[in-house]
């Protein structure tokens, strides 16, 4: 990867953070297409991971920084569960790192989506005291979180796929449907 591509996609990838700061729309934002995208198309591996958790971190910080409530949310073991699921997104992104395509943003954008959500509410089941920590318990989880599953679906979609074209025509690589 040249030192321009990048440039391109890091300052890419942290214009979608400030997005995700200025916004603040529950559960629709680029946060999964960032850690996917980072996979995905960064051919370093150290920078797969350290360029897209670092902006969220800063991004993080920074919602942190304006509201005491999300502080206490970066200070919580729910904080960990998101960026391990973030962590397994970027894996999924390298594993699919070779030749990137249409098919493989859109396929590995909905793959994202269910990886999130099936970690991070597996995560709420395993540390949140509502849960009772039985099968039952951990179906209740994934019940409670369906109805934000939609929402992160489209959005992992839908940035992944914008990442994708952007990059892609700012780089004026061929863009590849298969």
């Known amino acids: 990867m040249k030192k321009q591509d990048i440039i391109i996609l890091s300052v890419l990838l942290i214009a979608l953070v400030l997005v995700r700061v200025i916004f603040n729309i529950p559960n629709f934002n680029p946060v999964g297409a960032i850690a996917l ?10 920078l797969a991971y350290l360029i897209p958790l670092g902006a969220l971190f ?8 304006s509201s005491p409530m999300y ?3 970066i200070l919580s073991p729910s904080f960990l569960m998101v960026y391990g699921s973030f962590a397994a ?11 990137p395509s249409l098919s493989k943003v859109l396929g590995g954008s909905i793959l ?8 991070t509410n597996a995560g709420a089941w395993a540390t949140l005291p509502e849960y009772p920590k039985t099968l039952d318990g951990l179906a209740l989880s994934y019940k409670a979180g369906l109805p934000f599953f939609r929402s ?27």
């Open 89 to 99: 997104i970027i894996t999924l992104g390298i594993l699919l790192n070779r030749k």
């Open 71 to 73: 502080m206490e949310y």
């Open 37 to 46: 995208m980072g996979g995905l198309l960064f051919g370093n591996k150290i």
């Open 58 to 65: 800063v991004g993080d910080i920074l919602m942190g920084l």
């Open 152 to 178: 992160t679906l489209v959005s992992q979609v839908v940035f992944s796929l914008g990442i994708y074209l952007v990059y892609s025509l700012s780089t004026n690589r061929k863009l590849a449907l298969a």
């Open 112 to 119: 994202a989506a269910v990886l999130f959500f099936l970690i």
